[in-house]
């Protein structure tokens, strides 16, 4: 089971950033998958999910009308666009795999997690 994260770098505020989730050894369509972040000197936070079972999506208010996740179950892929970047949304980005039947707000729900990509906001 293995999940790589894709896609960050340098943007402007205003910019816009896709990021990609490679799953691999299972099939991610099964599964609710989330991105969460964690900004320097600041803890993990949950940012959206996307779930296995209906393809319902969810996100922090911080981030509604600006971000948006997306899957492709047939490349196993999980995708995060992010357009009006803003300085605050500059973290490192992880995917995450949640277990099934739990709830997918919480990080102990999550059993497989990819390397991170960082995303910085900067002008």
């Known amino acids: 089971v293995q999940l790589q994260a894709s896609g960050g770098g340098l943007v402007q505020p205003g910019g816009s950033l896709r990021l990609s989730c490679a799953a691999s050894g299972f099939t991610l369509g099964y599964y609710t998958t989330s991105w969460f972040r964690q900004a320097p000197g600041k803890e993990r936070e949950w940012v959206s999910s996307t779930s296995g079972s209906d393809g319902s999506t969810y996100y922090r208010s911080s981030v509604e009308g600006r971000f948006t996740i997306s899957r492709d179950n047939g490349k196993n892929m999980v995708y995060l666009q992010m357009n009006s970047l803003k300085p605050e949304d500059t973290a490192v980005y992880y995917c995450?795999?949640?277990?099934?039947?739990?709830?997918?707000?919480?990080?102990?729900?999550?059993?497989?997690w990819g390397q991170g990509t960082l995303v910085t906001v900067s002008s």
């Open positions: 995450g795999r949640v277990k099934v039947g739990t709830n997918y707000f919480l990080q102990l729900n999550y059993d497989a």
